[in-house]
């Protein structure tokens, strides 16, 4: 009966072994915003049945990525949600090539039950607005959502009313839809994903740039030939059908 | 085999090895680490703030876990009852949860109208507030706190609690007098263990708190989002800061000499 247990228990521990090693084993390893899973994950999936190839996605915030990528110095693809991100890793002499993709457009997400209240940009001034916002370092959105501020001549205002910077967007937009806040600069994609409780109030387009969503092949990637086929079908025609029904706008719109 | 010293080797190696990784963790961090920039991190705003507000936070959180855990823990060792069982795991169930899924469900209900309403008539803020990063932390230390306390009470001999009844102390007079007493080594490592979990805790005061940097950034708060924002030399010596702090915790418990740490077996207490 001993012997028995410890056959099932090395059996189970060779298996585990076994998966963590296949996991690691071949195919194209790839990192990207967590924002971005819903339509990377499907036009991946399309990929590996296209190619008969394995992709392994790392999805987290951007900036924990490019730490990530910095201090591995392994992977293949890198797709974060602002190209800033692709710009540091090029100073750094450590990006092959890259394509971008669609557009990051930030616009203003309000609760459902506050859309009396917020209806343009100036009305985040207005007092008892609860407003959420990136935190301007930690997240591409949080810049950009303080540069439109900049522009919009409201920022001081506007400022007054934020009750809370969150690290990621989704913990911005889990907080409007819940109603902890009322509204919060968020990307067109996550008010869109979640349109049953946040309303979408857009920004006038001479507030700011909207981010890129690009694609960077990794200087130290073992399979650059592949990586770039996968950064090809990422920013075709039939994936930006895909990409669209997740909110994101293409580049020339 | 049987030979004592051939069994000390074979233990030696396992020890050997998770002394390495332990100690390989520590080198890969300290490898990393700033030095000459260090001290002006530490002397930056930023971080004083954040440390304070850890300390804060940890501080009333323990103090909450252990108003509620040491007399929940007494109730569950003294008292059998119907449905014991599943109010014991379920007081245990925030130990096996990710604290990120505790955040969130603790949004869910405190931003429910009905509850937000009632809080806001009652002049409280927990979202969004260091008030709110403390109560995140009471949800994830307190059932530390209740188990240690439980185990506490069920290992002392009941019959210096019986003998001081029959000397005519009351049930309240005979916990505070005889019980607490009697089970407060184990108490205070257990309290030492809460705090060195609410300082480490990060998922639900983000969720709960958010990441408002001098408002809810504690420590843990403070080396993601200075991981997240490529302030890696940032991040590391605030991760250094919470590394000292569980070094420090782990000393004092040593120091306290409790029985869920001594180096014998845990020996019945008061018997």
Redesign the interface.
């Known amino acids: 009966m001993r012997k028995l247990k410890l056959l099932v228990f090395g059996a189970l521990f060779s298996l585990a072994l076994g998966t963590c090693q296949g996991a690691w084993a071949g195919g194209l390893h790839i990192y990207a915003g967590a924002g971005l899973r819903q339509p990377v994950d499907r036009l991946v999936q399309a990929f590996e049945t296209q190619t008969g190839q394995r992709v392994f996605i790392d999805y987290g915030g951007s900036g924990q990525l490019l730490t990530k990528i910095e201090a591995l110095g392994q992977g293949d693809l890198f797709i974060p949600g602002a190209l800033f991100y692709i710009t540091q890793l090029e100073m750094m002499g450590k990006i092959r090539s890259y394509r971008p993709i669609v557009k990051h457009t930030p616009v203003i997400g309000v609760n459902i039950h506050q859309t009396g209240r917020v209806t343009t940009l100036s009305d985040l001034a207005r007092a008892g607005i609860r407003l959420a916002l990136g935190d301007p370092k930690a997240m591409a959105l949080g810049r950009t959502a303080l540069s439109i501020l900049e522009r919009s001549g409201k920022k001081d205002a506007i400022l007054k009313n934020v009750t809370v910077y969150g690290a990621t967007v989704k913990q911005l937009a889990l907080y409007v839809s819940q109603g902890v806040v009322d509204a919060a600069i968020i990307g067109r994609a996550d008010v869109f994903q979640s349109r049953a409780k946040i309303a979408m109030v857009p920004i006038a387009k001479e507030y700011f740039e909207a981010e890129i969503v690009a694609a960077a092949v990794l200087h130290c990637s073992a399979n650059p030939v592949l990586a770039e086929k996968l950064s090809k079908h990422l920013s075709s025609h039939q994936a930006m059908a895909v990409f669209r029904q997740y909110g994101f706008l293409p580049l020339d719109e | 085999m049987s030979d004592p010293k051939t069994m000390r080797y074979i233990c030696l190696v396992p020890t050997g090895l998770l002394v390495l990784l332990i100690v390989g963790v520590l080198a890969g961090l300290s490898i ?1 680490l700033p030095l000459s920039r260090t001290l002006d991190t530490l002397a930056s705003a930023e971080i004083r703030s954040a440390l304070r507000l850890t300390l804060l936070t940890s501080g009333a959180a323990t103090i909450v876990a252990v108003i509620l855990g040491v007399p929940a823990g007494y109730f569950l060792a003294r008292n059998a009852f119907r449905g014991k069982l599943f109010i014991d795991t379920l007081i245990d169930l925030p130990m096996t949860m990710t604290p990120l899924v505790a955040g ?1 469900g603790l ?2 209900v405190l ?1 429910h ?1 009905s509850v ?1 309403h009632t809080l806001d008539v009652l002049g409280i803020e927990l ?2 507030s260091p008030y709110g990063a403390i109560l995140a932390q009471v949800l994830i230390a307190a059932p530390i706190m209740t188990r240690t306390s439980r185990s506490a009470f069920a290992a002392l001999d009941r019959r210096y609690e019986q003998a001081a009844q029959t000397l005519g102390l009351r049930p309240r007079q005979v916990f505070i007098r005889i019980s607490l007493p009697m089970a407060r080594p184990v108490l205070l490592s257990g309290m030492v263990l809460c705090w060195a979990r609410a300082v480490g805790e990060f998922g639900a005061t ?2 709960v708190a ?4 001098f408002r ?1 950034e504690t420590l843990p ?1 403070a080396v ?9 030399g940032l991040a590391l010596v605030c991760a250094w800061l919470l590394i000292m702090t569980g070094f420090g915790v782990l000393l004092v418990m040593r120091w306290i000499g409790s029985p869920l740490w001594a180096d014998g077996p845990p020996e019945r207490i008061g018997a």
């Open positions: 990393q969130m949004l869910f931003s109208e937000r979202l969004l983000l969720m958010g990441a408002t940097r809810t708060i993601y989002l200075n991981m997240s924002s490529g302030e890696l």
